[in-house]
């Protein structure tokens, strides 16, 4: 019985001991999770970001923009020759 005791107490210093690095890993593993959260939002609006310049600046226009674009100027060339 006598052993039991003494493991018991030996179990629960070596536990008090474990309390502060646990504590402090915890924290670290919360500031890191944060900032990776924050990385995880900053990432989404520069894709926006990117997503927006692109459309704005792209030279060449997308395959769906140019036929629209061609749709547009065959109507246009349409309603001016039946506007003369």
Known sequence: MHMHLVFLTC??????????????????T??????????????AALEREQRELYQVRSPAP??????????????YRDTLKASS
């Open 11 to 28: 179990l629960a210093e070596r536990n008090t001991s474990l309390q502060e690095p646990l504590s402090r890993t915890r924290a670290e």
């Open 30 to 43: 919360q500031a890191a999770f944060d900032e990776a959260r924050g990385l995880e939002a900053r990432w």
């Open 62 to 75: 997308h395959p769906w923009q140019a036929t629209h674009i061609s749709f547009d100027l065959s109507n």
